[in-house]
Each structure stands twice: as C-alpha cells, then as structure tokens.
C-alpha cells in the first residue's frame, strides 16, 4: 500500500480557494508596507512640492495616479498619505487593544462587583454611537495625529474588552482551570500560564481586525475636518481635499486615494479572517482521532 | 480519613445541587458514588477535591478541617487530592506539552528543579510512551490524553484521588489500564479514592464500596456508620 | 438488500512534519437494508476517520482510495461517498440519504435556535414541505416520531436534559428518511440507562428498510443492539462477526478482539497489554503482534482479511473454554 498514490478529498477545493485569499491578502499587505517604508527614502521627491503648471493633470505615464490641484502628484501623495493613515490605525488599534485587555480580563479575572462595575462603563460606553464620542474628543485638541490617535482608542477598546472578558470567563470555567488549582498553582500562575496565553490570540487578532476599522475612522474624521490638517497628507484628507474638483468632473483625484483606503483595509481584513480560521479549535488539528 | 459533613451546595443558592450530604472515605478506602447525569455527584466531587465552596457543610481532612476552597485552601491541603475529570480534551490547557502539562504541578508548587524527569518517570507509569510527551493534546487520541491528566493528578503523590467520570469517554481496555494505574498507585502509597460514575459495574469491581446518590441525600448521617474496609468484601459482585 | 458497499477504503494524513498518518488502510465491508452492525476498537484506531470518510467530511490533508457506494432509491445509481464531490453531497446526500446521528447533540444544534426552528428547517430543507400548518405538522410529526414531547420543542438545547437532547438529534437525522443511519459514538458520556434508551430507539428507527452503522468505544451498547460487529485495530478491519456469536459463545476469534472483552468490568477487567502503535509507524506485518502473546515469525507478514478475520493465530478453543470461570482477580491485575 505504500507506493499507493491517493487522490486528495473532495474538501481539498474550499481550502484551495481559502489558501489563494490568504496569499493575495498577504502579497498585497506586503506591498502595501513595503511601498509605505521605502518610497519616501528612496524617491526623495517632495511630495509637498506645488507645481501650478501641472495641475489636475489625468494619470498618465509621468504621474500613474495624476496630479492634483495645485499639481502635487497623487500617487506620492496617496503613498504618504497611507503611511501615515496606517500609523494612526496600527497605533490606534493597538491602544485600544491593550486598553480593552487590560479591562476585560480585570473584569473576567476578578469577577465579583469589579465585574459588574466595569461592564455597566463599557454598557455606557457603547450606548454612544462611537464616531459622535470620537468628533467630541477630537474637538477638544488642536488637528494633528495624536488627538486622532486618542479618539479612535478610547472608542474602540469596548469590543475587544467584551471580547476579552467573554473568553477569560469560558476559561476559566474548563476543567484544566480546577486541575490547575487542585496542582497548587497560585492566582498569579493560573494567570500567567493558562488564562493570558489562553487570550492573547483572541486579542491579537481583534487588534488586527481593529487597524482596518481605525484606518477609516481617521479617514472619517479628518474628511469631516476635524482629524488631521489638510496639508498633512493622509487618505481622510486627500479625499476631503478632492471634493471641488470631482464636481467638476475630474475623477482621480477621489478615486486613487479611496481606493488606497478601501485595497489595503480590505487585504489586513482578509488576513485577519485567515487568523480567525487557524483559531478556531475545529481546523486547528488536521487529524481527527 | 476525609469527612465531609452536611454538605450544601450548588451554583445557585436557592436551589442548591447538592444537599445536606455526608460521606466518609476510611484511611485507604476506594469508595464509588454511582448516579446518573446532572444529579450534583461531580459538584460534590469538586467540593471534596476544595475546589468549590459548598454553601454549608464542612470538610475535614485527616481530623482538619478545610480551611477554605480554591485559591482560600492552603496549599497543602488543596495538593492532598488529585483530580480526573471526565473529559480529557477540557482538562488539558491546549496550548502545553504533555511533558509541560504533567510537570506543571511540580512547577506551580516550586520544585522545578528534575521536573522533566518526574513527568517522565510518572508519564512511564500511566502507559504513557516517551514518544508523545513532546505533543499538544490535539495531536493524541482521548486515551493517551486521559493517561496524562492521570500523570498530573499523581506527580505530587496525593493522599486522596478524587475521578469524576475518569472513564466515561474511554473505550474497555483504556479503562481496565486507567483503572489498573490507580490501583497500583493506591496499593503503593495507601491513598483513598472517591471514585464518581454511573456505571454500576464498573465501581462495583473498582472500588471497595459503592453509594448511591439517591440514599446519600435522604439519610442524614447514613454512611458515617458505614463499616471501616477491611470488615467488607473486597469486591462486591 | 444492500444499503452500503465499502471496499479497500483508505484515508491517510499528509502530515507537516512528519510521516503520513495511516488512520484507516483497505476496509471492506457491506451494510444490507434492517441491518444494523457497529464498528468498535480503542480510541484513536481510525473509525471516527472512517466516518468522516463516509460523510465526505475529511479535512484538506487526507488523501482517500477506495470506494464507499451509497445505494440509490429505485433505479438510481449508486453514488460512491468518496469520489463524490462537496456539491453533490450537501445537496443530494447528507440528512436525505445518509442521517447522522451526532456524538454529542448539544454541540450538534445551534445554541441560540429553539429545537422547534432547527426541526422547522430541516424538514422544510429536506422534505420541500411549504406552507405555515403544513410545516408545523410536519414538525410535530418528526418530534413525536422519536417521542420528543411536543411541549418541549420551543425549548432551546441548553434547557434540555441529555436524553431530549440526544433525541432531538436522532429526530433530525430521521426527518430525511435516509436509508442509511450514521450514528458517530451516539453514547459518549450518557447513563447507563440512557444509553440502552438510546440505542434501542435507534435501533427501532433503522426497522426493515434502513440500515444502521454505530461506530462506539462502548461494546456493552454494540452488544445491546447490533447484528453484527466490526473490529477496527490500527486502521484496518481485524474480525466480522455475527454479534450473538462474538459476545456469547464462541466468543470472538482475533486476540485483539478477545483482550478487548476481557478488559469489561464485568469479565477479567483486564487491559489489552501493552500500546495501539502509532499509525504514522505502523509495521509491515500484523499491527497486533507486539501486543500478543501468540505472535511469532508468521505475524511478520500482512494476514489478509478473509472469513471475517485477519489473524495468523485465531483462537480456536472449544466452546466450554472460552469463558473460564470469571475469577475474582483483583482489578487491573
């Protein structure tokens, strides 16, 4: 039976196709990073550099994306602009995440009135629709990426919370966790050992899947005009700052920066959706005994 | 010799699983506690091993009392009982070795120096090979990963062994085997077990005596009269 | 007549790291129509594998051979459960030609879905019932088919005991009238009582025209209820034998099988000596032979399963000696 060549399972095609989003996820992320860390270094050009002369030019071999308005050419421009905007996201998903861990498992780990303290906060938290709390934190600093920063954390650490809460509770209810404590371990051991590592992919992947979510509501508030200045580029204020001329019919103004909104959201997200399935218990062993 | 006395207890205080029920182990005695599912005998099982706080009642180990459940027992008292569950995928943390989750009660308990070979001496001993000790628990079938959460209830040689359901999910000779192993265990070291089931034939055979649920919490004080081991047969058929 | 017709079935595991898993190598076996035969061996010996295979569940490294041909109704064709593919088997062959009967019901039905709406959606899935009191009779009908009791079906699965849990999943399995039941350890963890319940309800529903694979570590349920029984050790079939023959007299006739009768409580309450080898490494000749005491240089070589057995050295022993007198050793001796 050895030499025996066997056909593969019908199920091999879903995981195919499964296989083949995760690689284009990931190739277009990379990209995506790549392009953000070394165009700027490397072209030296300024993207700040008005040329009055080229203005609103369509794309063409010189300028791929066009130029705008006052003749600053919109690729560089959507590059730099997405340098920044994935910084305010990673950074901004990453306060929230920590936040959010470090309340939910407070709540989950100690149970008992700091539980239900904590859960009636996050209740009223998430009872503010979050884009109305995140203008009025804005509001109250000058325009620039650390207010930005601020607003999309402190908005945003209520899911992962819940979530993080949610899986310390499931936790703590398994029977390992009775083993653990019948083995002599200590409050602190059971944390460190079982209940964080038993979380921290469940958070990792909500920071993951945050950065998306952080990315457009930078874009959001500074298209509102209360995020970032207008002359700092990022995608919120490329496509705010295009509104005049796609009335007057130039479209690429608009549509380069959004689609460098929408292409590497979309690609962070389908990464992250490839995590979530490598943790789910069930795909997790490729053998069933 | 482990007392528990009026126990109470449950989940919700106004309908407690558990009620007003006291049971013996005799020093060395293998006691089985037969009822079906859902009756409260695991809940009593986790109250006896400290690791749920009964609402009345106490337990006394070895003439003293316990001083508290959970994390509130001393360590020394909570590490007098080793504990098997019913089903082995929800005793093991997913993310340990099996040599890690045998040794880790020698670890939690500060002795990691020799802890590895402990786990393996005691892995050896449950029927365990050499070879699945570098494996996490999704990587073994349901009875190699019961043989090591037996591994781990022995490696501080406990005084009581407490198995709610150890076998239930496990196919005949891995329970003869399982069984096996605790006997020799208790035959080494004169520990008590208070094994939890629901197959009559099973505890029958293991353990000295067999109580049912159903007379446990009817009778006030029925088995705190009951006749030491060594007046019984040793098997009852 | 013949429901299911398995030949050289084999399912192995490309593995990563290391070599390929051997989980279940040339099964054979036939299943006819009021049948019912259960597939019993130690955990980790493939029949879980064996089922998925059935079902066309196997994940993305498993590498099949083989053939598993599902009879069709009338004069339809038969379909072949392993070369089939995905399409056709969740639309034409899960719940209305072979039903599953789930390991452990409560992790089988939706949480947040009452036992009314998943039976609502099968039958109306399955059986193309439309129409609002047509559905709900037809509902309440496939409840009390398995004795669900009507003023439960609004419940939801958490506030049912284990044994209506266990029935609503029986009862969905029923709603396609699929000629061939699956029950996947249909068992683990229940009572004594609600075992034998729920095996007898089982084998009520397979009657005349259906036919019933039980694949459980539990041989006092196979005993209960089978026609025959399969014995699986380390991925291939070992013995076939009629039930009444191999748990009475003259009991089974491969080692492997007997040692597994011995290890019951109620026998010698002793184990098979020694490890299931593992099936990454499993050796050229019989899998059995480190663990028995009859192997010698002949065990050394494949035996070929025929007569129902795949042994070297089957046990022959006259009929009075089969059962020796149960002693009373000491238990695990």
Known sequence: MADL????????????????????????????????????????????????????????????????????????????????????????????????????????????????????????????????????????????????????????????????????????????????????????????????????????????????????????????????????????????????????????????????????????????????????????????? | MLELLSLTAGYDRRAPVVRDVTLTLAPGEAVGLLGPSGCGKSTLARVAALLHRPDSGRVVIDGEPARGYRHRAPRAQRTAFGVVFQQPRQSADPRLRLADLIAEPLRATGRPEGAADKAAETADTVGLGSDLLGRRPHEVSDGQLQRACLARALILRPRYLVCDEMTAMLDASTTAALVGVVEEYRRETGAALLAVGHDRVLLDRWCDRTVEWSELGSRHDGLATAKPPAEQSPSVR | MTVLSVRGLTVRFRMRESAPV??????????????????????????????????????????TAGSALLAGAGDDPATDLIAADEAILARTVRGRRVGLVPQSPAAHLTPVRTVRAHLTETVRRLTGTRGRDALRTATEAAAARVSFPAGHLDRHPHELSGGLAQRAATALALVGDAPLLLADEPTTGLDRDLVDRTVDELRRHTGATRALLMITHDLAAAARIADRVAVMYAGRLVEIAEADAFFGTPGPRHPYARGLLDALPERAFRPVPGRPPELAALPAGCAFAARCAHADTACATQPPLTGGLACHHPHTAPADLVHPPQAAEAPGA
């Open chain 1, 5 to 289: 060549a066997l056909p593969t399972a019908p199920g091999r095609v879903a995981r195919t196709a499964r296989t083949w989003k995760l690689r284009i996820s990931a190739t277009l992320v990379a990209g995506f990073v790549l392009a953000v860390l070394l165009v700027p270094p490397l072209v030296g050009l300024d993207e700040q550099a008005v040329d009055l002369g080229a203005k609103l030019l369509p794309p063409s071999l010189d300028h791929p994306f066009g130029t705008d308005d006052v003749g600053r050419d919109l690729l560089l421009r959507c590059v730099y602009g997405l340098r920044v905007s994935l910084l305010v996201g990673v950074v901004a998903a990453l306060v929230a995440t920590v936040l959010g861990t470090a309340v939910g498992a407070a709540a989950g780990a100690l149970g008992g009135w700091t539980d239900r303290l904590v859960m009636r906060c996050v209740d009223a938290f998430s009872s503010v629709p979050h884009l109305l709390l995140g203008i009025f934190i804005v509001a109250l600093f000058r325009p620039g990426v650390w207010p930005v920063v601020v607003s999309v954390g402190l908005t945003h650490w209520v899911s992962t919370a819940r979530i993080v809460r949610a899986e310390i509770l499931s936790l703590r209810a398994r029977p390992y966790i009775d083993a653990a404590v019948s083995g002599g371990a200590s409050r602190l051991r059971l944390a460190r050992r079982h209940l964080i590592p038993g979380v921290l992919p469940q958070a990792g992947l909500a920071a993951v899947l945050m950065i998306p979510h952080a990315i457009w509501h930078e874009s959001a508030l500074s298209f509102l005009g209360l995020g970032l200045p207008t002359h700092q580029a990022s995608l919120g204020t490329l496509v705010q700052s295009a509104r005049g001329t796609l009335l007057a019919g130039d479209w690429w103004p608009t549509l380069f920066p959004g689609l460098f909104i929408i292409v590497p959201t979309l690609a962070i997200a389908g990464l992250a959706g490839a995590w979530r399935e490598r943790l789910n218990p069930r795909r997790r062993s490729e053998l069933m005994l």
């Open chain 3, 22 to 63: 051997r989980a279940v190598t040339d099964v054979s076996f036939d299943l006819a129509a009021g049948e019912c035969l259960a597939l019993v061996g130690e955990s980790g010996c493939g029949k879980s594998v064996l089922a998925s295979a059935l079902l066309g569940l196997l994940p993305g490294n498993a590498e």
